[in-house]
């Protein structure tokens, strides 16, 4: 009975990323760091709307560089009109 509630019982990752950790840890990882959670793209606030599994953001930024471009040169555009 104690293995079912002990929270420093090792278990595997809930989104299958193959992580094993403390019960007590599992929380933290699935939302800060396990590499399949849900990650808004770096460039989000400059109009990218794309949401990717974390561990390919790296390839998001890669793939979608020339459309990043344009969302960063139409936010400064805008910054421009502004002054």
């Known amino acids: 009975e104690h ?3 002990c929270q420093y019982k090792l278990v595997p990752c809930p ?3 193959g992580a094993t950790l403390p019960r007590c840890d599992v929380h933290v990882h699935v939302r ?5 959670r849900q990650a808004e793209c ?3 606030n400059v109009g990218c709307t794309s ?6 953001v ?3 930024l890669n793939e979608h560089a ?3 471009f344009l969302l ?3 936010r400064m555009m805008e910054y421009q009109n502004v002054m």
């Open 3 to 5: 293995d079912n509630n």
């Open 15 to 17: 989104s299958e990323c």
């Open 32 to 36: 800060d760091k396990c590499p399949l």
């Open 42 to 44: 770096p460039l989000s």
């Open 51 to 56: 949401i990717v599994q974390a561990r390919d």
């Open 58 to 60: 790296s390839t998001h």
């Open 66 to 68: 020339d459309k990043h």
């Open 72 to 74: 960063i040169s139409s």
